[in-house]
């Protein structure tokens, strides 16, 4: 949403961004960007494998209510359209041309599946739909029914492609295995440490980088301990910086995606790739929308620590096979970078405000057409 407003104020549109705010319910005057509207808290709720954060304030409702009032905006882009309670909120008191992304995807679908009958009239009030991928766009249409347009989710291709100097501590020789992600179940680290013996077996120098954070940590690390592995050899780096992130893919040989599933898309593997680092990734209908596999990547079935660990000491072990993936990914995610995915979503906006633009002719067309028949009607007897 961030990367969409910027890229749209470029442009010269005026580009409001409504979400809610991680610290509370906010004063006024707790923040100076009048283009930034924070209504409602921001509550943590466990959904799909993860953390879904939901709105949840009493105030949201009338702050909602009082913003699409005061602006009456040409269109009102919607991320996640039916999760509680802020979008559901805009979506009723709305009058504006209304586009909804979908992001999710999962196996099961309870939770459309009990609150269908809730916000089948949200939906309804929805001119345009976008899903992130094909495996987005399948979930949500089962459910609700409607034409899609499949827009993935972007990158700043830049950011991970200009060449920057590695992370020293790693920059000694040894090849680099990358994992990045939150620590959560679905996230599959787990695969990749059992697999990483096989691994250390066919390349004895080979070293995994993990980054990102979560509750597991600890527990990964016990794991690696028990194993023998020393902080060289299988190195828990936590949180990084945005500036630092770009450094830690271009510092791998190889990057490792062992999600189990309810992906609906790859941005890491994008960054990846733009980064100029082979992937090898689970073969998950999130991941098949980003990674080629054989051409920029390898894709593996999910869970299993055997095919990992094959597929990564593949690659570790052919940099011819290396090179041709790395020129491969990088042209395939120069395609994701904001700048395409902005066109592509602002042809969206006017193909749809153009259509309700024919719609709204064409009743009126039809009312005048309506009432010259009763008139004539009238005058006739």
Avoid at 43 to 69: C, D, E, F, M, W
Avoid at 93 to 112: E, K, R, V
Avoid at 359 to 377: D, H, I, L, N, S
Wanted: with cysteine; charged share 25%; net charge positive.
């Amino acid at each position: 949403m961030a990367h969409l407003a910027g890229e749209f104020r470029e442009r010269g549109h005026e580009v409001h961004v409504v979400a809610p705010s991680s610290d509370g319910d906010p004063e006024p005057g707790d923040f100076d960007d009048p283009f930034m509207h924070r209504i409602g808290r921001v509550v943590p709720i466990p959904a799909n494998g993860s953390v879904a954060r939901i709105t949840l304030s009493l105030r949201s409702y009338l702050q909602a209510k009082a913003l699409l009032r005061a602006h009456r905006f040409d269109l009102i882009h919607l991320h996640e359209p039916l999760m509680p309670a802020l979008p559901l909120t805009v979506l009723r008191h709305s009058d504006s041309t209304n586009i909804g992304t979908f992001h999710a995807f999962n196996t099961t679908g309870l939770n459309y599946f009990y609150g269908k009958a809730i916000v089948q009239p949200f939906f309804k009030k929805l001119h345009g739909h976008i899903a992130v991928s094909p495996a987005a766009r399948d979930y949500v249409s089962t459910y609700f029914r409607g034409d899609y347009r499949v827009i993935p989710n972007g990158i700043e291709f830049q950011r991970f492609n200009r060449p920057l100097p590695p992370i020293e501590r790693f920059n000694d020789g040894r090849p680099n295995v990358l994992f990045v992600g939150r620590l959560e179940k679905r996230k599959g680290l787990r695969f990749l440490l059992r697999a990483w013996q096989q691994v250390r077996e066919g390349v004895p120098a080979a070293r995994l980088i993990v980054v990102g954070r979560g509750r597991p940590l600890e527990g990964y690390r016990r794991f690696a301990l028990r194993q023998g592995w020393l902080d060289d050899d299988v190195h828990f780096a936590g949180f990084v910086t945005d500036d630092d992130l770009p450094r830690y893919y271009q510092s791998a040989a190889v990057f490792c995606a062992p999600n189990t599933g309810q992906e609906s898309f790859g941005i890491v593997l994008l960054e990846a790739m733009a980064a100029g680092t082979p992937i090898v990734a689970s073969d998950i209908p999130g991941f098949r929308s980003v990674v080629s596999h054989g051409q920029d990547g390898l894709l593996v079935t999910p869970k299993d620590s055997a095919a990992l660990a094959e597929s990564i000491g593949a690659l570790l072990q052919n940099p011819g096979l290396r090179d041709g993936m790395r020129q491969a990914g990088r042209r395939k995610a120069e395609q994701f970078d904001w700048v395409h995915i902005a066109d592509d979503v602002m042809a969206y906006y006017v193909e749809i405000l153009q259509r309700r633009l024919v719609a709204a002719e064409a009743q009126t067309v039809g009312v005048r057409w309506a009432r010259m028949r009763r008139m004539v009607g009238l005058s006739s007897t």
